[in-house]
């Protein structure tokens, strides 16, 4: 089992939260309420997906590139990115790219094979949203975070780098 | 610990943000030793993650990688290695072709501590391995040379901070090896590196960056390619970031050979790979974030100020007999400033293990380093140590000092100057063994009228296809593999890792390892009977192509 774990509570850390997505395979009826489809169900049903007027969300594999959706992109809610094994560090630039050049605002998910030290990274390229094994508690998802305090790159996180902590001394 | 004789050289020093970086980078892999001993994460989770700091599971232990940041050393830090390899290991340590060190008997358990002793000196094992961004190297002259426009460490170091746990690309497809060098000599093999700085003057005399990528050794060798001729100094983080992100989103993922940048750049083309990275370029220029400043630039510059040099030293050699001649001769090279020197202390008396320094020897080199060159020393990726600011009246003291050392070969750049990786002897991954074979050949060449005869002549061993020994880039190059469970040794000849950067060209089939020494003397005898006025083994090599070489090589070995 997995649970999902986010920053919903508008505390500082993460929390448990309910999954509001219903995975849908790519031959499955559409069931009410939001949706996580794969690309190529989107592409299939991408008229019927978008005219039912609930979130939809859209599930990437590591070697699908974000930036084939165009401008769809803003139509959905959910971008879910797939780690097939935690060596593919494929979907890291993914997020990065959702962030800063698609200006992509809503969840992005990290989904599959992930370790606990690879969160930070997951965090600070732009993921919102993590699915965990149950195992999988808070309290080490948020020392994940803070492990290391200070960064040396600009990312999607906003954090001040080492560099501009140094001119701000 | 302290030496009161100690001096603090130039060089980078950490702020309170480098030291609690690393810090608190070693507290999380302590933590990760913690959870791989106790059962939680299993090998194959915890390999990952301990390749990222630089440890190894050998054929007979762990592998510590500490990092030497573009090769630049104090004598404090040389202290320290030589004081964990003591405490920790077999008592000595080797350097290698990236200018780090490897510690090769290693406990687990250890590991955390010697990270800490590391990190008070301002050391540590980030990124030495595993598939993200390695420890940076450099010109092993820098800021010691009159040849550069500049010197190539502020930007290393720049380098080395950014790439530091980059969060974007610490899972990247494989490897990738950055080098900066700022001379038209190239002395750090920017061509056979995954990405290359130049540090370049444009037509208007500017000071910018030519970046090259796609070049490495390996089962597939290639030379980089130019991917821009000239990056303007405050986009050249943005330029490299943009080469990482095009190779972390378009590399294959499913074939672990093919996996390098050279594989991506040389499948798509280096035009449509300058077209996939300028678009990036743009678009991260555009957001503006990595910008360098000019005071970012000019603070970490500051760090690498010349040392205050004595003026109206005499500029001439010293007369110090013929042995201290000899040495000065390949050893000892030109200094920026009259009245000083380069010297290299060369880590391959015949008969050594290439690389290989004692605890003593480190010790004692790291007062060589405090009394005579500023508190400073350069590890350099053909497996030398290099004092960079030495006044030539001091060169024959230091030479009595390395003979006591036995690090007094004057071979620098000669035939017996030979670049071997471990090996059988240690690695994991090795097909054949290197040493004995280096050995062996240094043997063979040890008189030194004949190295001095022969000239400058590479030979480069690996003992496996993985190339750390940069046999491609040798002028002889040697590469061990394994027939049905014999060791068996392939010629390459006519590399070059230097500006003239080549491939060498494969002879044939291999030679067994009582043959091989012999092979190579042939090769050698071929070239002193065919060579015209002052060329190179590698000039005749390119002049005359591979038949007369191929043909003595095999001479007297049984069909």
């Not at chain 1, 849908?24 to 169900?41: E, I, K, M, N, W």
């Not at chain 1, 999988?136 to 906003?158: C, H, K, W």
Request: proline share 4%; hydrophobic share 40%.
């Amino acid at each position: 089992m997995t649970k999902l774990i986010n920053f919903s509570n508008g505390k500082s850390g993460g929390a448990y939260a309910q999954d509001a997505y219903a995975p849908v395979t790519d031959d499955a009826a559409l069931p009410d309420g939001p949706v996580l489809v794969s690309l190529a169900r989107f592409q299939k049903d991408r008229d019927a997906l978008l005219a039912r007027n609930t979130p939809v969300g859209i599930r990437l594999q590591s070697s699908e590139n974000p930036e084939q959706l165009g401008k769809d992109i803003h139509h959905f809610a959910l971008i879910a990115l797939e780690f097939p094994k935690f060596r593919d560090g494929r979907a890291f630039s993914w997020a990065r790219i959702l962030r800063t050049r698609l200006g992509f605002t809503g969840e992005i998910r990290a989904v599959g094979d992930f370790l606990y030290d690879q969160v930070n990274y997951q965090h600070r390229v732009g993921f919102d949203a993590w699915e965990v094994p149950d195992n999988f508690t808070i309290e080490m998802f948020n020392r994940a975070l803070t492990e290391m305090t200070n960064v040396y790159q600009p990312s999607s996180d906003g954090k001040k780098t080492i560099r501009e902590l140094r001119a701000s001394r | 610990m302290l030496n009161p004789k100690q001096v603090e050289p130039n060089m980078y020093r950490y702020d309170e943000f480098d030291a609690r970086f690393v810090s608190e980078r070693v507290e999380q892999f302590a933590g990760q030793v913690e959870r791989r001993l106790s059962g939680e994460l299993t090998e194959d989770q915890f390999k990952p993650l301990r390749l990222m700091n630089g440890l190894y599971l050998q054929l007979h232990a762990y592998m510590l990688r500490i990092a030497v940041p573009y090769g630049t050393l104090s004598s404090r830090q040389m202290r320290r290695l030589a004081h964990i390899a003591r405490t920790y290991d077999k008592d000595f340590g080797h350097f290698t072709t990236r200018t780090n060190l490897q510690l090769n008997w290693i406990k687990l358990v250890d590991v955390p501590a010697i990270l800490r002793e590391l990190a008070e000196v301002e050391m540590h094992c980030i990124q030495t391995s595993g598939n993200c961004v390695r420890n940076v190297t450099a010109d092993q002259f820098a800021g010691a040379t009159d040849e550069e426009i500049e010197d190539p460490r502020p930007l290393a170091e720049i380098i080395r901070q950014w790439s530091s746990l980059h969060p974007e690309f610490v899972f990247l497809a494989r490897k990738f090896k950055i080098a900066v060098g700022a001379t038209e000599k190239d002395r750090a093999a920017l061509q056979y590196h995954d990405m290359a700085v130049q540090i370049v003057k444009n037509a208007e005399g500017r000071i910018g960056y030519k970046v090259m990528a796609g070049g490495g050794m390996g089962r597939t060798p290639y030379i980089a390619h130019v991917m821009r001729e000239f990056v303007e100094r405050e986009d050249i983080l943005a330029y490299l970031e943009a080469v990482l992100r095009v190779y972390n989103q378009d590399s294959r993922r499913d074939n672990i050979h093919k996996q390098r940048i050279k594989i991506l750049i040389n499948t798509i083309g280096p035009e449509e790979m300058r077209g996939r990275v300028a678009r990036e370029f743009e678009e991260i220029k555009r957001t503006g974030t990595l910008q360098l400043p000019q005071e970012e630039l000019d603070r970490i510059t500051a760090y690498f100020a010349l040392p205050r040099f004595e003026t109206g030293l005499s500029d001439d050699m010293p007369e110090a007999g013929k042995d201290f001649a000899d040495w000065a001769r390949t050893n000892v090279h030109k200094h920026r400033a009259p009245g000083y020197a380069i010297a290299t202390i060369t880590l391959k008396t015949p008969g050594q293990v290439p690389g290989d320094a004692t605890s003593a020897q480190m010790d004692t080199i790291a007062d060589l380093m405090d009394e005579f060159s500023v508190g400073e020393v350069r590890v350099t990726h053909e497996q030398n140590l290099v004092l960079p600011h030495v006044r030539k009246k001091d060169l024959p003291a230091i030479f009595a000092k390395l003979k006591e050392l036995d690090f007094a070969s004057p071979n620098a750049g000669l035939i017996t100057d030979i670049i071997a990786c471990p090996g059988l002897d240690y690695c994991d991954l090795a097909n054949a063994r290197s040493i004995p074979i280096a050995q062996s050949i240094a043997k063979k060449f040890e008189n030194l009228a004949r190295q001095q005869d022969i000239g400058e002549l590479k030979i480069k061993i690996s003992g496996c296809i993985n190339a750390c020994g940069h046999h491609h880039a040798g002028h002889i190059g040697i590469l061990g593999v394994d027939k049905k469970g014999v060791e068996f040794y392939q010629l390459q000849l006519g590399g070059s890792g230097a500006e003239d950067a080549s491939i060498g060209d494969i002879m044939g089939p291999g030679f067994t390892e009582h043959e091989i020494a012999g092979a190579v003397e042939r090769v050698v005898d071929v070239y002193l009977k065919t060579r015209k006025d002052g060329e190179r083994f590698l000039d005749t090599y390119r002049r005359l192509g591979m038949a007369p070489f191929k043909d003595a090589a095999y001479e007297k070995v049984a069909a």
